[in-house]
Protein backbone atom coordinates (compact mmCIF):
# COMPACT_ATOMS: atom_id res chain seq x y z
CA UNK A 1 0.00 0.00 0.00
CA UNK A 2 1.40 3.44 -1.19
CA UNK A 3 1.24 5.82 1.92
CA UNK A 4 0.31 9.31 1.02
CA UNK A 5 0.55 12.90 2.33
CA UNK A 6 -1.00 15.15 -0.05
CA UNK A 7 -0.41 19.47 0.90
CA UNK A 8 -2.45 21.87 -0.46
CA UNK A 9 -3.80 25.27 0.94
CA UNK A 10 -6.79 25.05 -1.00
CA UNK A 11 -9.64 22.97 0.73
CA UNK A 12 -11.64 22.25 -2.18
CA UNK A 13 -8.76 21.52 -4.26
CA UNK A 14 -7.45 19.26 -1.02
CA UNK A 15 -10.43 17.68 -0.61
CA UNK A 16 -10.83 16.84 -4.57
CA UNK A 17 -7.24 15.78 -4.80
CA UNK A 18 -7.56 13.33 -1.72
CA UNK A 19 -10.49 11.59 -3.10
CA UNK A 20 -9.55 11.28 -6.31
CA UNK A 21 -6.19 9.68 -5.19
CA UNK A 22 -8.26 7.40 -2.48
CA UNK A 23 -9.95 5.72 -5.20
CA UNK A 24 -6.81 3.68 -5.88
CA UNK A 25 -6.73 0.10 -4.05
CA UNK A 26 -3.25 0.21 -3.66
CA UNK A 27 -3.18 3.99 -1.82
CA UNK A 28 -3.83 5.72 1.16
CA UNK A 29 -4.04 9.28 2.02
CA UNK A 30 -3.83 11.83 4.05
CA UNK A 31 -4.29 15.54 3.37
CA UNK A 32 -3.65 19.05 4.84
CA UNK A 33 -2.64 22.40 4.30
CA UNK A 34 0.63 23.66 4.65
CA UNK A 35 0.81 24.38 8.29
CA UNK A 36 -0.18 21.24 9.62
CA UNK A 37 2.35 19.33 6.96
CA UNK A 38 5.24 18.87 8.82
CA UNK A 39 3.80 17.38 11.85
CA UNK A 40 1.59 14.66 9.70
CA UNK A 41 4.64 13.95 7.98
CA UNK A 42 6.84 13.68 11.27
CA UNK A 43 3.90 11.42 13.16
CA UNK A 44 2.96 9.09 10.65
CA UNK A 45 4.48 6.71 8.00
CA UNK A 46 4.57 8.57 4.35
CA UNK A 47 5.95 6.68 0.92
CA UNK A 48 4.98 9.95 -0.99
CA UNK A 49 4.48 13.99 -0.08
CA UNK A 50 2.57 15.21 -2.87
CA UNK A 51 3.05 19.03 -2.70
CA UNK A 52 1.98 22.19 -4.33
CA UNK A 53 4.29 24.55 -5.14
CA UNK A 54 2.37 27.47 -4.29
CA UNK A 55 1.60 26.33 -0.61
CA UNK A 56 1.81 30.03 1.78
CA UNK A 57 3.56 31.23 4.48
CA UNK A 58 7.24 29.17 5.55
CA UNK A 59 7.26 26.89 2.58
CA UNK A 60 7.15 23.41 4.07
CA UNK A 61 9.01 22.15 1.34
CA UNK A 62 12.54 22.55 2.93
CA UNK A 63 11.28 20.47 5.72
CA UNK A 64 9.84 17.87 4.06
CA UNK A 65 12.86 17.45 2.22
CA UNK A 66 14.80 17.33 4.81
CA UNK A 67 12.53 14.50 6.09
CA UNK A 68 12.71 12.96 2.86
CA UNK A 69 16.68 13.31 3.01
CA UNK A 70 17.25 11.82 5.95
CA UNK A 71 14.80 8.77 5.35
CA UNK A 72 17.58 7.75 2.30
CA UNK A 73 19.82 7.31 4.49
CA UNK A 74 17.66 4.37 6.24
CA UNK A 75 17.19 1.04 4.83
CA UNK A 76 13.80 0.63 6.68
CA UNK A 77 10.64 3.60 7.37
CA UNK A 78 9.09 5.66 5.63
CA UNK A 79 10.28 7.29 2.38
CA UNK A 80 9.08 10.74 1.90
CA UNK A 81 9.32 11.22 -0.83
CA UNK A 82 8.25 14.40 -2.55
CA UNK A 83 6.57 14.74 -6.20
CA UNK A 84 5.31 18.66 -6.52
CA UNK A 85 2.34 20.34 -8.35
CA UNK A 86 3.60 22.82 -10.13
CA UNK A 87 2.43 25.57 -13.20
CA UNK A 88 4.25 25.50 -16.65
CA UNK A 89 4.44 29.20 -16.54
CA UNK A 90 6.10 29.64 -12.92
CA UNK A 91 10.05 28.16 -13.60
CA UNK A 92 10.88 29.48 -10.20
CA UNK A 93 8.85 27.30 -8.09
CA UNK A 94 9.91 24.44 -10.03
CA UNK A 95 13.44 25.28 -9.24
CA UNK A 96 12.71 25.55 -5.71
CA UNK A 97 11.53 22.19 -6.31
CA UNK A 98 14.56 20.72 -7.80
CA UNK A 99 16.86 22.12 -5.39
CA UNK A 100 14.87 20.53 -2.22
CA UNK A 101 15.19 17.26 -3.79
CA UNK A 102 11.68 16.51 -5.53
CA UNK A 103 11.61 13.15 -7.66
CA UNK A 104 8.39 14.53 -9.16
CA UNK A 105 6.68 17.01 -10.95
CA UNK A 106 3.32 17.39 -12.07
CA UNK A 107 1.98 19.67 -13.87
CA UNK A 108 -1.44 21.70 -12.58
CA UNK A 109 -3.38 21.72 -15.57
CA UNK A 110 -2.53 17.74 -16.02
CA UNK A 111 -5.08 14.71 -16.30
CA UNK A 112 -5.87 13.67 -12.80
CA UNK A 113 -4.74 10.36 -13.77
CA UNK A 114 -1.04 11.77 -14.49
CA UNK A 115 -1.18 12.38 -10.62
CA UNK A 116 -1.63 9.12 -9.90
CA UNK A 117 0.93 7.91 -12.57
CA UNK A 118 3.42 10.16 -10.56
CA UNK A 119 2.84 8.95 -7.24
CA UNK A 120 3.17 5.36 -8.26
CA UNK A 121 6.57 5.87 -10.21
CA UNK A 122 7.74 8.40 -7.27
CA UNK A 123 7.15 5.68 -4.80
CA UNK A 124 8.87 2.71 -6.14
CA UNK A 125 12.28 4.94 -6.49
CA UNK A 126 11.53 6.12 -9.79
CA UNK A 127 11.76 9.74 -10.82
CA UNK A 128 8.59 11.39 -12.57
CA UNK A 129 8.41 14.59 -14.94
CA UNK A 130 5.14 15.35 -16.61
CA UNK A 131 5.81 15.54 -20.22
CA UNK A 132 4.06 19.09 -20.16
CA UNK A 133 6.46 20.57 -17.81
CA UNK A 134 9.37 19.66 -19.97
CA UNK A 135 10.28 22.92 -21.53
CA UNK A 136 9.62 24.41 -17.57
CA UNK A 137 12.58 22.34 -16.93
CA UNK A 138 14.49 24.22 -19.81
CA UNK A 139 13.53 27.39 -18.27
CA UNK A 140 14.11 26.50 -14.42
CA UNK A 141 18.05 25.65 -15.22
CA UNK A 142 18.39 29.68 -16.14
CA UNK A 143 16.85 31.12 -12.80
CA UNK A 144 19.92 32.48 -11.52
CA UNK A 145 18.45 32.28 -7.76
CA UNK A 146 19.05 29.80 -5.57
CA UNK A 147 15.78 28.12 -3.74
CA UNK A 148 16.48 30.28 -0.45
CA UNK A 149 16.57 33.22 -2.39
CA UNK A 150 13.88 32.29 -3.77
CA UNK A 151 12.05 31.72 -0.71
CA UNK A 152 12.88 35.38 0.80
CA UNK A 153 12.37 37.09 -2.15
CA UNK A 154 8.85 35.43 -2.16
CA UNK A 155 8.22 36.47 1.45
CA UNK A 156 9.02 40.06 0.55
CA UNK A 157 6.90 39.89 -2.50
CA UNK A 158 4.28 39.01 -0.08
CA UNK A 159 5.18 42.14 1.81
CA UNK A 160 7.05 40.92 4.96
CA UNK A 161 9.56 43.30 6.43
CA UNK A 162 12.83 41.77 6.46
CA UNK A 163 12.18 40.78 10.69
CA UNK A 164 9.24 38.96 9.33
CA UNK A 165 11.13 37.11 6.80
CA UNK A 166 14.01 36.37 9.16
CA UNK A 167 11.42 34.77 11.82
CA UNK A 168 10.11 32.85 9.39
CA UNK A 169 12.60 31.14 8.16
CA UNK A 170 15.07 31.71 11.20
CA UNK A 171 17.61 33.33 10.35
CA UNK A 172 19.32 36.61 11.17
CA UNK A 173 17.97 39.92 9.53
CA UNK A 174 21.82 40.24 8.47
CA UNK A 175 21.49 37.33 6.90
CA UNK A 176 18.13 38.32 5.06
CA UNK A 177 20.10 41.56 3.83
CA UNK A 178 22.57 39.69 2.15
CA UNK A 179 20.04 37.65 0.78
CA UNK A 180 18.22 40.40 -0.58
CA UNK A 181 21.35 42.07 -2.13
CA UNK A 182 22.45 38.97 -3.38
CA UNK A 183 18.78 38.50 -5.02
CA UNK A 184 19.43 42.41 -6.63
CA UNK A 185 22.64 41.60 -8.36
CA UNK A 186 21.08 38.61 -9.67
CA UNK A 187 18.40 40.00 -11.09
CA UNK A 188 20.40 43.43 -12.29
CA UNK A 189 17.29 45.19 -10.12
CA UNK A 190 17.77 48.50 -8.84
CA UNK A 191 15.96 47.65 -5.54
CA UNK A 192 14.13 45.36 -3.92
CA UNK A 193 10.57 46.01 -5.18
CA UNK A 194 12.27 46.47 -8.87
CA UNK A 195 14.06 42.79 -8.27
CA UNK A 196 10.25 41.30 -7.62
CA UNK A 197 8.81 42.99 -10.46
CA UNK A 198 11.44 41.37 -12.72
CA UNK A 199 11.78 38.09 -10.92
CA UNK A 200 7.45 38.20 -11.10
CA UNK A 201 7.82 39.27 -14.85
CA UNK A 202 10.01 36.03 -15.45
CA UNK A 203 7.59 33.80 -13.75
CA UNK A 204 10.39 33.28 -10.87
CA UNK A 205 8.17 33.96 -8.22
Not at 103 to 119: H, M, N, S, W
Amino acid sequence: MIRVLLVHDVRILRCALAALVGREPDMTIEAAPAKDAVRLARAQPTDVCVVDADVTGRSPLDELAGLSRKSATRSVGPSHRLLVLVSQHCPGALRRALDAGARGFVCKDALPEQLVTGIRQVAAGERFVDNALAGTVLRASEVPLSERELTVLSAAAEGAPITEIARRLGLSTGTVRNYMSAITRKTGARNRVDAIRISQGAGWL
